[in-house]
């Protein structure tokens, strides 16, 4: 009897954002695993190369590339996939993160914030559309945050942000359904990435351990994260589109 792997991304191409570290770099090094060849888009060459190094199997791409410049993302896209083929998966994990109470707050960090988690995530799909980047039954997942679905104090632009990225992503998937794209949300909890370790060293260690004692599970890995992006990617989540896949270890359960 054959045993068949529901997440099987063999002969699949998937590009991933944000691939220098974290929750990309975990999300491209499990594709690979799973069979697929990965296009790693990140701003720090040194960074994805690491990342790169890591991948298993063969014919992986590296893209460096801002999309700070979001309005020609659609155009960079095009060209992307004119020369490496269409896309069967595209995962919007580059971020931006703020923490700043609203009296401090600047322009500046807020234009920056939506630029990368919101508009940078509406460009990506505007480009991947393009009937010559897509394969038939292709998915796009972006990654928000549980701070997009809650409330919590210091960090309201962030949150706005990432709430923007999850009412994107559920009515991209009623537009392009006549496009073949599944389109979905993954909302992490707090995952131990860099961000955490630069957390520790604002708000101390006391306050990062109460934190985590509101996660249930405890804080998550990039793995688990990686691990629900490969699920909407695949076949298995052939009938899942417009969803929210909340991975944050019971914190917003309470």
């Known amino acids: 009897?054959?045993?068949?792997?529901?997440?099987?991304?063999?002969?699949?191409?998937?590009?991933?954002?944000?691939?220098?570290?974290?929750?990309?770099?975990?999300?491209?090094?499990?594709?690979?695993?799973?069979?697929?060849?990965?296009?790693l888009v990140a701003r720090n060459r040194k960074r994805v190369d690491e990342t790169y190094s890591r991948l298993a199997g063969a014919g992986h791409v590296?893209?460096?590339?801002?999309?700070?410049?979001?309005?020609?993302?659609?155009?960079?896209?095009?060209?992307?996939?004119?020369?490496?083929?269409?896309?069967?998966?595209?995962?919007?994990?580059?971020?931006?993160?703020?923490?700043?109470?609203?009296?401090?707050?600047?322009?500046?960090?807020?234009?920056?914030?939506?630029?990368?988690?919101?508009?940078?995530?509406?460009?990506?799909?505007?480009?991947?559309?393009?009937?010559?980047?897509?394969?038939?039954?292709?998915?796009?997942?972006f990654i928000s945050s549980v701070a997009g679905l809650i409330g919590q104090p210091s960090l309201s632009a962030y949150s706005a942000s990432k709430g923007a990225v999850v009412a994107l992503a559920r009515s991209l998937a009623m537009e392009l359904l006549r496009d073949r794209i599944r389109v979905n949300c993954v909302a992490p909890g707090m995952v131990r990435t860099e961000m955490i370790e630069e957390a520790s060293g604002r708000v101390g260690d006391e306050h990062l351990a109460a934190i985590e004692r509101d996660h249930p599970l405890g804080f998550g890995e990039p793995e688990d994260v990686a691990n629900a992006v490969a699920f909407l990617l695949s076949s298995a989540a052939r009938w899942i589109t417009g969803s929210v896949l909340v991975v944050d270890g019971g914190y917003t359960a309470q």
């Open 1 to 39: 009897m054959v045993m068949l792997n529901p997440l099987d991304l063999t002969g699949r191409t998937i590009l991933v954002t944000g691939a220098s570290s974290g929750i990309g770099r975990a999300i491209a090094v499990l594709v690979s695993n799973l069979g697929a060849r990965v296009i």
């Open 62 to 141: 590296v893209e460096v590339h801002d999309l700070d410049a979001y309005d020609a993302i659609p155009a960079w896209l095009r060209g992307l996939t004119s020369v490496h083929g269409p896309l069967d998966g595209l995962v919007h994990s580059a971020g931006v993160q703020l923490t700043a109470p609203l009296k401090v707050m600047e322009a500046g960090q807020v234009e920056l914030l939506f630029r990368i988690n919101a508009l940078a995530s509406l460009w990506l799909a505007k480009g991947f559309r393009y009937s010559s980047a897509h394969t038939s039954g292709a998915s796009l997942v």
